[in-house]
T-cell receptor
């Protein structure tokens, strides 16, 4: 069966610091991968998606970036965090006509 | 801009009642519709999907789709306190070859014992 992992689970970072969040998927090959952000009281916002290694599509212009160095690895990064980057970051993969989420990383920028 | 609208709630029902959650969408070409449940502090989990007009039943859950009205709903029969969560409606974007979902902001359901 397929499993999706995210780490870290929680993170507290100062404004201006860098960020790296990792997502890995097991049990499938060549999945579509997605990064979402869910801010407090707001809906799920699609940030990036990837259909293959090195292929990244950005949905929202911001100070975040994504990379897919391996088939089942998806990384979300920032060089300098803003207060507005706080939120719940979710990685997802698409199976047959359905999308499944990882456990998420809760990020607080102070 | 594709939109998915849900009443934010909270929707409060007594235990054993039917909870009815509603969702409208703007993308007339959409063909796939999903309901996710999200417990507080947790990630969303898929509970149902529906592609065809009409009803689809899975245990205590029934999804209903009306493409002409661009309306999808979720009924939860015999509601339990454990059903208390935020329910997210999601619609697959039409057009393009990549799989993308647009989510509503969710409806908070509270089932009172």
């Amino acid at each position: 069966s397929q499993t999706i992992h995210q780490w870290p689970a929680t993170l507290v970072q100062p404004v201006g610091s860098p960020l790296s969040l990792e997502c890995t998927v097991e049990g499938t090959s060549n999945p579509n991968l997605y990064w979402y952000r869910q801010a407090a009281g707001r809906g799920l916002q699609l940030l990036f998606y990837s259909v293959g290694i090195g292929q990244i599509s950005s949905e929202v212009p911001q100070n975040l970036s994504a990379s897919r160095p391996q088939d089942r690895q998806f990384i979300l990064s920032s060089k300098k965090l803003l207060l507005s980057d706080s939120g719940f970051y979710l990685c997802a993969w698409t199976g047959k006509e359905t999308q499944y989420f990882g456990p998420g990383t809760r990020l607080l920028v102070l | 801009q594709k939109e998915v609208e849900q009443n934010s709630g909270p929707l409060s029902v007594p235990e054993g009642a039917i909870a009815s959650l509603n969702c409208t969408y703007s993308d007339r070409g959409s063909q796939s519709f999903f309901w996710y449940r999200q417990y507080s502090g947790k990630s969303p989990e898929l509970i149902m999907f529906i592609y065809s007009n009409g009803d689809k039943e899975d245990g205590r859950f029934t999804a209903q789709l009306n493409k002409a009205s661009q309306y999808v709903s979720l009924l939860i029969r015999d509601s339990q306190p454990s059903d208390s969560a935020t329910y997210l409606c999601a619609v697959r974007d039409s057009g393009g070859s990549n799989y993308k979902l647009t989510f509503g902001k969710g409806t908070l359901l509270t089932v009172n014992p």
